[in-house]
């Protein structure tokens, strides 16, 4: 009896050692694919957080609400093509990711990836974050910023290079006004909204990242940068939940291809503007909306001769816009612009 006692101790124990040690190398092979996952992607304060949470599996497969920010360099194809040599290509894009990655692990958000010169990234995930919107604009606000420092950069490892640079990208901008005055520029564009994240691959070669309307609305934003002449487009879904004091302006009422609803799009304001330019703007915006397109032109082609030069393409590019509708009014003209092709 005492036998048969002893060898039930005995075994109990050991199937409490063995559930433990299987424990141990569980968690243990948890944290190394959290690290090998993440690592690179998020904060060190984020990563600590991760994993403190054992109980949860952030590589899971989840629908969550983000946001996601793309930035991309202006005419890269064009300085790649200038600078010809591709070690000095790989060393600017090295320094101009530095900067704008640290920008975003900073406001605790995830790096998705790179796309050649371009960045992707959300926020509220895989940690969840309360004013993801508000990171996200941040950063943007701090990407800009940085492009002081990268173009000083530029300048300081060889002066005529960085001048054939800009000679370049402003090579087919005919008005002197609207040609870029530094060489290296971006747009970012940024969405609020629903997707899925988890990872997603082959097998043993995924990638954790987002997918979904949100995400490629938020890329859509990035491509009319271009036609805007802005550096940062928001949608009205990230700009509503917005909870610190941003310098926005409305741009447009849109209708992006691929989508049957419209949206407002607004860009975030990284340079002074006074008073009197911005009751100009809205004054012909809402003529511009109301169909009266000659009013409109007048007061863009005011903005264009004394606003910012900042704001000088957005003017130029609603002036060209007017124009166009006065001699051929849009049918059934409801203030929204519809874009036939993707940016």
């Not at 604009?137 to 300048?155: G, M």
Request: hydrophobic share 40%; aromatic share 12%; proline share 3%.
């Amino acid at each position: 009896m005492i036998d048969i006692i002893s060898i039930i101790i005995i075994l109990l124990v050991t199937s409490g050692v063995v559930f433990i040690i299987r424990r141990f190398f569980a968690f243990y092979r948890l944290q190394k694919e959290l690290k090998a996952t993440f690592s690179k992607k998020v904060s060190p304060a984020v990563m600590k957080n991760m994993l403190k949470e054992p109980k949860i599996d952030f590589l899971d497969s989840r629908e969550l609400d983000i946001t996601i920010l793309f930035s991309d360099i202006r005419g890269f194809t064009t300085i790649s093509e200038t600078i010809a040599n591709p070690d000095c290509v790989i060393s600017l894009l090295n320094h101009y990711f530095t900067p704008m990655v640290d920008s975003i692990i900073s406001k605790d958000g995830t790096v998705d990836k790179f796309i050649g010169d371009a960045i992707m990234a959300f926020w509220n995930a895989p940690t969840p974050h309360q004013y993801h919107p508000d990171e996200a604009v941040s950063s943007a606000l701090q990407q800009v910023e940085a492009l002081d420092e990268i173009n000083n950069w530029l300048k300081l490892q060889d002066q005529t290079l960085y001048n054939q640079i800009l000679e370049a990208i402003n090579q087919d901008i005919a008005d002197p006004k609207a040609r870029y005055f530094q060489a290296i520029n971006i747009g970012v564009g940024i969405n609020s909204g629903v997707a899925m994240i988890g990872e997603i691959g082959s097998s043993g070669k995924a990638d954790y990242t987002a997918i979904g309307d949100s995400v490629n609305l938020a890329s859509r934003l990035e491509g009319l940068c271009k036609v805007y002449g802005v550096a940062i487009i928001i949608s009205e879904q990230t700009k509503n939940r917005l909870t610190k004091d941003f310098k926005l302006r409305e741009l447009d009422r849109v209708r992006v291809k691929g989508k049957n609803k419209d949206l407002r799009i607004y860009e975030v304001l990284h340079f002074n503007i006074d008073d009197w330019e911005l009751k100009c703007y809205y004054k012909a915006l809402n003529l511009y909306r109301k169909g009266r397109f000659q009013n409109a032109y007048l007061y863009f082609r005011k903005l264009t001769q004394k606003g910012t030069k900042e704001s000088y393409r957005l003017y130029k590019m609603y002036q060209q816009r007017c124009a166009k509708f006065k001699l051929n009014p849009p049918k059934n003209w409801d203030g929204i612009f519809i874009f036939k092709r993707k940016y």
